[in-house]
């Protein structure tokens, strides 16, 4: 026997009346879980501030912790990537394209600026993963090869920041072959001696840490990251057991031998100077 | 002898025969004519098939479990061959092989993918998928063979780079990675043929050359074709429709500018006559590396980086 009795069934509040919280005041670590608000993010370099983790950011962000004053020119910008294969999946590859332009207001999964960290200039390409998972297709490959050209045409040091799934399997060999471009340009840099800092961010893996990403002459992740050749599903689809704790992260890497150093993020930009000013003097 | 799905026709053909013979055996009967005559139509009927295949059915055939692998074509094509053993680190890894060899009486650095043709070997080359050992080995030979100035030859034909956990450890992509740099640089012609499978990193870890080539019934990709149904249908029921998405062929990737060259197989695949397949992936090496070898090393280089700088479709607009 109940005090009160529903006339009517399921819920009626509409929806247009329902007070939700406006996007973009909150954000969840996706580590602690905990709340917290989005503008103390951004004047925390983009770490969660109750456990420290390193949140996912794109190149917008990294070039605001990076360049003086976030002052910064857009260099080999104007490239779009292309349906050479009219590769159509679940969805066709065109509608992939329009649909991550329109949700990122980016051009592909790349972007390269020119700017100063503390006075010394600087060329950075970074990746931004909410372009189809930071995959690298032809785009991604023409501007760090022509990037690299313009660094050693100026002598300007080059930084990439790595941030993706892979090669992008809907432009098949033309993305495989990205690998080979962006190393043998690499190679040219090299032998131009002008300096390359490679930074591995979550997540790291398939073709692109198979080429640019291992390649610097100096190699950085951030703390956590995860940095495969394969990711850690199929590897564990391979092997057929569970995967050691920590497999793949940066400071797995760093204990194998395969970085110099694991940088946070509030020490990102004065390691990067240091090791500019090194290279100089 | 194994047929392939698409072969069916082939197999009935092949039923025929073994039923006349045993009906001549037995009546004692002359039944060379009708033998004679189906034998014609194997030859009629394979050529039929084999004239115009798809993408899935060139991956299944550069997968026949009969298929000539690497130690096979360098035990026809060289007149002498020692294998090298071991990346001077680690260890010998067993899915990639190299050495020198004598083609024509010219000293050549040979390198390719190795698979195993029965359940032991095939466990023993770890099933043609290197660990990082074996890139490491590949790049310690060339850098030998640069050092005496004798051109290199790529055979590629792995299904991919192993993906498990101490390849991971002892970095995977870090060799993949410096094979490429540093095969930009070689001093030496390079050339590459994919003879089975060319299955992404894994086998461009050893394809980065002055020219590629493909034989005609094999593929090369950023994926295969499973893997790439799993990963974008959610499912592995899709990989014919991947295989054709993908684009993954001899004749696309040669019209795609990617490739430069086909060497045809004999009717039938080159495991229907393996000896003549080792015979015209000869001729094409001894022409190939003539050509390479008459320009200087510093033109070879850039040429070599200036053909993948021009590899990429987009649009630009200012």
Redesign the interface.
């Known amino acids: 026997m109940t005090w009160l009795k529903r006339i009517r069934n399921g819920i009626l509040t509409k929806t247009v009346e329902k007070q939700e919280t406006p996007d973009g005041i909150w954000s969840q670590c996706p580590d602690c879980k905990k709340t917290v608000r989005k503008k103390e993010l951004s004047s925390n370099a983009y770490l969660c501030p109750q456990c420290d983790h390193h949140l996912r950011i794109g190149s917008a962000e990294y070039f605001e912790i990076l360049f003086d004053d976030n002052k910064f020119t857009e260099i080999f910008s104007?490239?779009?990537?292309?349906d050479?294969?009219n590769?159509?999946?679940?969805k066709p590859y065109t509608t992939r394209l329009e649909q991550s332009k329109k949700k990122t207001d980016l051009e592909d999964a790349i972007f390269c600026g020119e700017g100063k960290i503390n006075g010394e200039p600087l060329v950075c390409c970074c990746m931004d993963f909410s372009f189809i998972g930071g995959s690298m297709g032809?785009?991604v490959?023409?501007k760090i090869?022509k990037s690299i050209d313009y660094c050693i045409e100026h002598k300007i040091p080059l930084m990439i920041i790595s941030k993706s799934g892979g090669?992008?399997?809907m432009?098949?060999?033309?993305?495989?072959?990205?690998?080979?471009?962006t190393?043998?340009?690499?190679?040219?840099l090299?032998?131009a001696k002008i300096p390359y800092i490679s930074l591995m961010t979550d997540p790291t893996s398939?073709?692109v840490?198979?080429?640019?990403?291992?390649?610097g002459d100096i190699n950085i992740a951030e703390p956590k990251a995860l940095v495969?050749?394969?990711g850690p599903r199929?590897?564990k689809e391979?092997?057929k057991r569970e995967?050691?704790e920590g497999?793949?992260t940066s400071e797995?890497l760093l204990e194998?031998?395969?970085l110099d150093k694991i940088v946070h993020r509030k020490e990102l930009k004065q390691t990067i100077s240091d090791f500019l000013s090194y290279f100089k003097n | 002898m194994i047929f392939l799905d698409f072969e069916k026709p082939l197999l009935d053909l092949y039923d025929q025969i073994e039923k006349w013979q045993r009906i001549g055996k037995s009546k004692s009967l002359d039944v060379s004519d009708r033998i004679t005559d189906i034998e014609h139509q194997i030859e009629n009927t394979r050529k039929n098939i084999y004239k115009d295949l798809n993408g899935w059915q060139r991956v299944q055939l550069s997968r026949h479990p009969e298929r000539p692998y690497t130690l096979f074509y360098l035990s026809q094509i060289c007149d002498k061959f020692t294998e090298l053993h071991g990346d001077r680190n680690f260890g010998d890894d067993k899915a990639i092989v190299g050495g020198f060899g004598s083609l024509d009486g010219e000293t050549v650095m040979f390198i390719g993918h190795q698979k195993g043709s029965n359940s032991k070997t095939r466990q023993y080359r770890n099933f043609g998928m290197p660990n990082p050992e074996g890139y490491r080995k590949a790049l310690r030979l060339m850098k030998l063979a640069e050092k005496f100035d004798k051109p290199i030859v790529c055979f590629i034909d792995t299904p991919g780079?192993?993906?498990?956990?101490e390849?991971?450890?002892?970095?995977?992509?870090?060799a993949?990675?410096?094979n490429?740099?540093?095969m930009?640089?070689l001093k030496v012609p390079i050339l590459c043929i994919v003879i089975g499978e060319g299955a992404?990193?894994g086998a461009?870890?050893i394809?980065?050359g002055d020219k590629i080539l493909m034989l005609e019934n094999t593929w090369?990709?950023?994926?295969s074709p499973e893997s790439?149904s799993s990963?974008?249908?959610?499912s592995w029921e899709?990989k014919e429709i991947?295989a054709e998405?993908?684009?993954?062929t001899a004749k696309d990737?040669t019209g795609?500018g990617?490739v430069d060259g086909i060497i045809e197989e004999p009717d039938g695949g080159a495991h229907h006559d393996p000896e003549k397949m080792a015979q015209f992936i000869k001729q094409r090496i001894i022409k190939e590396l003539k050509e390479l070898k008459k320009l200087d090393s510093e033109e070879r280089i850039d040429l070599?980086?200036d053909k993948?700088?021009n590899?990429?479709?987009?649009?630009?607009?200012?």
């Open positions: 104007g490239y779009r990537a292309k050479i294969l590769f159509s999946d679940l032809s785009v490959g023409e090869s090669a992008r399997m432009e098949a060999a033309f993305s495989l072959m990205q690998m080979a471009k190393a043998s340009k690499l190679s040219l090299a032998r398939g073709g840490t198979a080429s640019y990403a291992m390649l495969a050749f394969a199929v590897v391979t092997i995967l050691p497999f793949q797995f194998k031998g395969f | 780079a192993y993906p498990g956990i390849a991971e450890e002892r970095g995977q992509a870090e993949i990675a410096r490429l740099f540093e930009s640089q992404s990193g461009l870890g394809g980065l090369y990709s950023v994926i790439c990963i974008l249908w959610r899709f991947a998405q993908l684009k993954l990737m795609f990617i070599r980086i993948y700088a590899i990429g479709e987009y649009d630009f607009s200012e």
